[in-house]
């Protein structure tokens, strides 16, 4: 086996590295969007309920207050209103999901305080939007996914980039870094990925150039193989 074949190889190898991690990520995705859909039903049918006769369900109650804290850490900023008033307290960075439970319990069976009840809703309506937004963030990032996956060029380039992080997710596994120093060093890595990333772009662009002979001899091998 010559160098010629050898690049050849190479190339196919990172782009089915980069196909496969664009699986995992779907796949991720899809059970990103799942849990987040689940989340939402169960949410709508507790507050719906709620509204009956203002008193939350124990049964709702304890679905839902197992699943707060994946729910929060899931949406992230989208879970997070940057200021928010409260009886003329005003808060930073409210984590709506996590406090929505305890404005629940303040009107919990005596459902003739109009104002609080008022406040609720727009809190809910809050939850409502955040959790529908998440799930429209993520059907996209899905749809550019699996738009990406049929892209040898897309792959090779994200096939490069998980090569170029496995020693950081060695030294991070290892515990030799923490994730601090990881972020503090993430322009850095994200420099020498992209100079990576276009060398190995134009050396193998190049590479199936030049040897494209060579390349489509075995692409007719491989057909003829599986067809006769």
């Not at 006769?53 to 940057?82: F, H, M, N, P, T």
């Not at 809703?121 to 996956?149: F, M, Q, T, Y």
Request: hydrophobic residues 45%; positive net charge.
């Amino acid at each position: 086996m010559d160098y010629r074949q050898i690049a050849i190889f190479i190339t196919f190898g990172i782009i089915f590295i980069g196909f496969s991690f664009r699986l995992y990520c779907i796949n991720s995705l899809l059970k990103r969007r799942s849990f987040t859909v689940s989340f939402r039903n169960l949410f709508i049918e507790m507050v719906n309920l709620f509204y009956e006769d203002y008193i939350i369900k124990d049964s709702l109650y304890k679905k839902y207050i197992r699943e707060v804290d994946a729910i929060q850490e899931e949406l992230g900023s989208d879970g997070i209103l940057s200021n928010y008033i409260d009886q003329g307290v005003h808060y930073l960075n409210y984590p709506v999901f996590s406090n929505v439970i305890p404005e629940l319990r303040a009107v919990d069976g005596i459902g003739d305080n109009r104002i609080k009840i008022k406040q609720i809703s727009h809190l809910v309506g809050i939850c409502c939007d955040s959790l529908n937004r998440h799930i429209g963030n993520l059907e996209r990032r899905l749809k550019r996914e699996r738009k990406a996956i049929f892209n040898p060029f897309s792959c090779f380039i994200l096939g490069i980039r998980f090569v170029i992080h496995i020693p950081e997710d060695i030294l991070f596994r290892c515990g030799f870094v923490s994730h601090n120093e990881i972020i503090s060093s993430n322009s850095l890595y994200k420099t020498i990925g992209m100079s990576v990333t276009i060398i190995g772009v134009v050396s193998s662009v190049t590479t199936i150039m030049l040897v494209w002979n060579v390349t489509l001899d075995y692409l007719i091998k491989v057909i003829q193989y599986f067809i006769f």
